[in-house]
């Protein structure tokens, strides 16, 4: 019963490195979601995707890249990392339509240098 | 454009003592509403998940209150317990058939032994 689980919990980069954040949950979850956590602004949506293959922008999608090939997988690509994109990354998922409730991962912390 | 606050933005409070935590949000058109708990460097847990259709949803010592209609939501702890020391955010989902939860900035509670 693992949930939904994140990878890797804890990341070190450098200015304009490319660097990629796993998210993968078991309950075969329509919906999955990115977020980040940063204070002042508290959560906010990246990217989110209504299933395989069909993903949309959320509210802060500049700088990021995401896909869904398989329902389960969910990563989410920064393509060129910059220091305003240092936050706690959050990945959630929820079923059907949406409307159920939305669980989350751990997070991972991401450090930008 | 849907804003979610929550007010207090810290409380503390003895052991044992009932309190409820506030939310609001600007627009009533929403889906759903989502209490979540997040300790100090973890992820989120779903609290609580109340339809618009629905009044109050309880989950032992908790008990989450809707008003479209206001705009507001409580979120009522009974017997307070150290344990419950967290933050504790609101999230609503909008009108839309994407799943995406617009956030409040949260409330930290401190429950002193």
């Known amino acids: 019963d693992a949930g939904i689980t994140q990878s890797p919990r804890y990341k070190i980069t450098e200015t304009g490195r490319q660097v990629t954040l796993m998210c993968h949950q078991t309950?075969?979850?329509?919906?999955m979601f990115w977020y980040r956590q940063d204070l002042g602004h508290g959560l906010r949506l990246i990217y989110y995707?209504?299933?395989?293959?069909?993903?949309d922008k959320g509210e802060v999608p500049d700088g990021y890249v995401v896909s869904r090939s398989k329902t389960e997988n969910f990563p989410l690509t920064l393509e060129s990392a910059t220091r305003s994109q240092t936050s706690v990354y959050f990945c959630?998922?929820?079923?059907?339509?949406?409307?159920?409730?939305?669980?989350f991962g751990p997070g991972t912390r991401l450090t930008v240098t | 454009k849907q804003e979610v606050t929550q007010i207090p933005a810290a409380l503390s409070v003895p052991e044992g003592e009932n309190l409820v935590l506030n939310c609001s949000f600007t627009?009533?058109?929403?889906?759903?509403l989502q209490w979540f708990r997040q300790d100090p460097g973890k992820g989120l847990t779903s609290l609580l998940l109340?339809?618009?259709?629905?009044r109050e949803q309880t989950s032992g010592r908790l008990n989450a209150s809707l008003d479209k209609s206001s705009g507001r939501s409580t979120l009522y702890i009974a017997a307070s317990q150290p344990g419950d020391s967290a933050t504790y955010l609101c999230?609503?989902?909008?009108?839309?058939?994407?799943?995406?939860?617009?956030f409040g900035q949260g409330t930290t509670l401190q429950v002193k032994p």
């Open positions: 959630a998922s929820s079923r059907g339509t949406g409307e159920g409730e939305q669980y």
């Open positions: 309950w075969s979850h329509s919906y």
């Open positions: 995707s209504a299933a395989a293959d069909i993903t």
């Open positions: 627009d009533s058109a929403i889906y759903n």
């Open positions: 109340i339809q618009s259709s629905q």
């Open positions: 999230a609503v989902r909008g009108s839309s058939n994407t799943g995406k939860l617009i």
